[in-house]
């Protein structure tokens, strides 16, 4: 099939002239319709493969790609300032207008991963590219892992300013929350103290970068600790960068899993390998992609899941 000629595409290509022509990407009523429009329109489950786009689709998307990473950055900033106004900001949370997704996200995550460290809870938990609304470490540390410290992990530090804000005036998060500015490039063997480490969709903006970030963070992660990352499937690969399962060098990757309501992000689970393992087999771990444990329907995400098979995929 030829993608480029697809009614899908096509509109995202006018959605993109549109958006590239905004003078600025700052929360607004023309902004914000453009991006609901986008979302609306990649969201609804589609065969659609990134990867055969010609060039110049992909030139599109990349674009695209970086701008709703900007406008994310910038609607994320605003609602944090607005919310740390307030004298308790984690008592406003819902004001952001993708909570509830957030808390749908959470959810997702925190089933996927106790199914899959089943033995422990998760005393150290690091989030990598955290930004100013750091909501899914606010989520899981509030309702789901309520006695695990969270490092969040943001190169801006006017980022990390207004996230240490929202959680200073809670009793509890405030011991359990702490805030590194820092590029994870440069953080190197205290990756070693982390049993999970979550990886935002939005680190490492193209499959070059996401993938140097992946084996920084295999090459000092500890063995057997847990790495979550973010991707994106079908037609919302056009809002997110995707993760390949086979680029997880040093990582058995454990489950994919495609949501297909609101909530846009596809969900990496993964486990680091000891670093013998890593240099004994293949890097790339091929026979790793078609054994992952597909995870069966999720407790109370029956209709959520939409199951990746992993082999067809890749072969």
Known sequence: MVWEKDP???????????????ESLKPSKDVNILFTQLVLTCMPPSPIDV??????????????IRLCGEAEGLLESHFSTILGSYENPLHHLNIFPYYSNYLKLSLLEFDILKKHCSDYVPNKVAFVGSGPLPLTSI???SFHLTATSFHNYDIDPSANSKALQLVSSDPDLSERMFFHTTDIMDVTYALKDYDVVFLA?????????KVRVIDHLAKYMTPGAVLMLRSAHGAR?????VV???????????????PTDEVINSVVIARKVPTTKHKVENPKLPN????IDMFGPLLNHVN?????DIEDQLS
């Open 288 to 291: 790793k992609c078609s054994d």
């Open 237 to 241: 690969a056009f809002l997110y960068p």
């Open 8 to 22: 899908l595409v096509q509109k995202v290509c006018e959605l993109y002239d549109q958006i590239s022509s905004l």
């Open 304 to 308: 959520l899941i939409e199951e990746l």
């Open 51 to 64: 990867t055969k786009l010609c060039k110049r689709i992909q030139e599109i998307r990349f674009k695209l």
């Open 139 to 141: 989520v899981l540390a």
């Open 244 to 258: 390949d399962p086979c680029d997880l060098t040093g990582f058995e990757v454990l489950s994919v899993f495609h």
């Open 201 to 209: 969709a939005l680190v490492g903006m193209d499959k070059d970068a």
